[in-house]
């Protein structure tokens, strides 16, 4: 499992492309049947990426890895959320089986011991992109297929961000101890993403972008609204926000993304607004 420091706000103001890149950005998520892991100790949450293809897999970790966390089994003291973005799937949680099709997401609360993730077709893999925080209570394990998560619409043409915000794990669908996960779709023809930005000091975010087509990338800008970065993304990468950062993107063409948030609270709208004119 690759283990990412926290950085702080003067330091990362310095960092090289490369440098950026290492601390915050995380590729290679869908290598079919492997598992990506990648824990980060800014609120310890934990991102990973499932391609089933020959193989099933599952979510029990070696005890080298077990190490990290210091419990028995991967969700002793943690929750778990998952959306599928590839071909149709299964999740199987200690001998429930729950069907994902595309864009299908799924809780599972603290304490399950055994989850197994499938693909119907080997040749057209599920893809689960997952994020796992620490958990305090046990909430029941919930399937959130699309048509299930509630829709914002945000933005409009004018602003070139004009967007449906989907939440799957949110206080209005379902209970989660601190997990918030869902996914916004741009309409065509828009590009920007949470734009005007935000911070939030209670809470850091990652950002995953899918769907991003052919050679079109997004710029993921982050960084201190005075002190702006920003790193080039493609298809099926992710950023990793700390709660001192904007998080905001504008991409070559119209993409999805799912966003996750850890922290304080869960109040989707607690956010410190960034007038455009504070921006450098």
């Known amino acids: 499992m690759n283990i990412r420091q926290p950085s702080h706000s003067k330091d990362a103001k310095h960092y090289t492309t490369d440098r950026l890149r290492e601390e915050f950005l995380i590729t290679e998520l869908f290598t079919p049947n492997k598992v990506k892991r990648v824990y980060s100790h800014i609120d310890r949450i934990i991102t990973k990426g499932f391609c089933p293809a020959d193989n099933?897999?599952?979510?029990?970790?070696?005890l080298d890895i077990m190490k990290n966390l210091g419990t028995d089994y991967f969700l002793e003291r943690r929750e778990l959320?998952?959306?599928?973005?590839?071909g149709d799937g299964k999740v199987v949680v200690d001998g429930e089986e729950y069907n994902l099709a595309s864009l299908d997401g799924l809780y599972v609360g603290k304490g399950a011991k055994e989850v197994v993730f499938k693909s119907d077709?080997?040749?057209?893999?599920a893809k689960f992109y997952t994020l796992s925080a620490p958990a305090h209570t046990t909430y029941p394990t919930v399937h959130i297929d699309i048509t299930k998560a509630k829709k914002v619409q945000m933005g409009d043409e004018s602003t070139s961000n004009k967007r449906v915000i989907n939440q799957y794990i949110h206080p209005?669908?379902?209970e989660s101890c601190q997990l918030s996960m869902g996914m916004t779709e741009m309409a065509e023809g828009n590009v920007w993403n949470t734009m005007p930005c935000h911070t939030h000091?209670?809470?850091m975010e990652v950002y995953f972008y899918f769907d991003i087509e052919g050679d079109n990338v997004v710029f993921h800008y982050m960084g201190e609204p005075s002190e702006t970065r920003h790193i080039v993304m493609r298809n099926e990468e992710a950023a990793i926000s700390p709660s001192?950062?904007?998080h905001s993107g504008c991409g070559t063409k119209a993409y999805k993304f799912i966003w996750g948030m850890v922290g304080e609270n869960k109040t989707f709208t607690d956010m410190?607004?960034?007038a455009f004119k504070d921006l450098k």
Not at 121 to 125: C, F
């Open 244 to 246: 001192w950062s904007i």
């Open 56 to 62: 099933d897999l599952e979510l029990g970790e070696n």
């Open 272 to 274: 410190d607004h960034v």
């Open 172 to 174: 209005d669908v379902m």
């Open 81 to 86: 959320g998952t959306i599928n973005v590839g």
């Open 201 to 203: 000091e209670r809470r």
């Open 121 to 125: 077709d080997a040749n057209n893999p």
